[in-house]
């Protein structure tokens, strides 16, 4: 079964984490664990398109944007420009609400670039599912994947599910999230199209992320959708 990682990271990412991936041993993951193609982000989006470039057709790159940062902001376009196809926000890391209007430009950028907006999930005070569900709605026409589904608390994943139900524009990425059945859970109730794989990577294993899937419940077309086809309709590949 063909795979797209919809969410993953490179470089070492130190303090309390500890976790780290070379570009070396992402493309060998890939290639082991068969995922065609990683959305990739890195706070430098210099080594982002360093790896694009020297992986063709393999990496979806996802401009990490920090709000508080205007300089990531205006250099939006330029990366667009130069095969970018997503944006990366992390209210968690940058320590902003994920409901701000200082995010308003960054949505109405990428609605003008019809390029769709990678959050972070799960973590108080700054990503909770409702704060997202509220950015979606103040953007309608800019797709947003709430990365994690709500993360590893039991009511924010409940929560991710009841705010894509709610916003048709906002669409659940699973990895980091621990309950195989929300996965069935938000296939059929929330829409086979907006429910999508992804690692992760190096916070979390493909082996992990992919047998939440294959234990899920759902049948082999569905898991195809969430594997493969539902992040490459997101990402217009």
């Given at each position: 079964?063909?795979?797209?990682?919809?969410?993953?990271?490179?470089?070492?990412?130190?303090?309390?984490?500890?976790?780290?991936?070379?570009?070396?041993?992402?493309?060998?993951?890939?290639?082991?664990?068969?995922?065609?193609?990683?959305?990739?982000?890195?706070?430098?989006?210099?080594?982002?398109?360093?790896?694009?470039?020297?992986?063709?057709?393999?990496?979806?790159?996802?401009?990490?944007?920090?709000?508080?940062?205007?300089?990531?902001?205006?250099?939006?376009?330029?990366?667009?420009?130069?095969?970018?196809?997503?944006?990366?926000?992390?209210?968690?890391?940058?320590?902003?609400?994920?409901?701000?209007?200082?995010?308003?430009?960054?949505?109405?950028?990428?609605?003008?670039?019809?390029?769709?907006?990678?959050?972070?999930?799960?973590?108080?005070?700054?990503?909770?599912?409702?704060?997202?569900?509220?950015?979606?709605?103040?953007?309608?026409?800019?797709?947003?994947?709430?990365?994690?589904?709500?993360?590893?608390?039991?009511?924010?994943?409940?929560?991710?599910?009841?705010?894509?139900?709610?916003?048709?524009?906002?669409?659940?990425?699973?990895?980091?999230?621990?309950?195989?059945?929300?996965?069935?859970?938000?296939?059929?109730?929330?829409?086979?199209?907006?429910?999508?794989?992804?690692?992760?990577?190096?916070?979390?294993?493909?082996?992990?992320e992919i047998q939440k899937v294959l234990t899920c419940g759902l049948a082999e077309e569905a898991l195809g959708?969430?594997?493969?086809?539902?992040?490459?309709?997101?990402?217009?590949?």
């Amino acid at each position: 079964m063909k795979i797209i990682d919809g969410h993953a990271h490179i470089g070492y990412i130190g303090g309390w984490a500890n976790v780290g991936i070379n570009e070396e041993e992402l493309i060998a993951q890939m290639d082991r664990y068969g995922i065609e193609k990683t959305a990739l982000c890195t706070e430098d989006n210099e080594v982002t398109c360093g790896v694009m470039r020297r992986n063709p057709g393999r990496i979806i790159g996802c401009v990490y944007v920090n709000p508080l940062n205007p300089a990531t902001v205006d250099a939006m376009e330029d990366y667009f420009a130069r095969g970018f196809t997503a944006v990366k926000l992390n209210p968690l890391r940058h320590g902003y609400c994920a409901d701000s209007e200082m995010l308003d430009p960054i949505l109405e950028k990428a609605e003008k670039y019809n390029v769709p907006v990678c959050i972070h999930s799960g973590h108080p005070p700054y990503s909770l599912p409702w704060q997202i569900g509220l950015l979606a709605e103040r953007h309608p026409n800019v797709k947003i994947m709430m990365i994690h589904m709500g993360h590893g608390h039991g009511v924010y994943i409940d929560a991710a599910i009841k705010m894509a139900r709610r916003y048709p524009n906002l669409y659940l990425e699973m990895s980091g999230m621990p309950m195989p059945g929300k996965i069935k859970e938000a296939y059929e109730t929330v829409g086979a199209d907006r429910v999508m794989f992804g690692t992760d990577t190096p916070f979390h294993h493909p082996t992990v992320e992919i047998q939440k899937v294959l234990t899920c419940g759902l049948a082999e077309e569905a898991l195809g959708d969430i594997f493969y086809g539902n992040a490459a309709r997101f990402f217009r590949l």
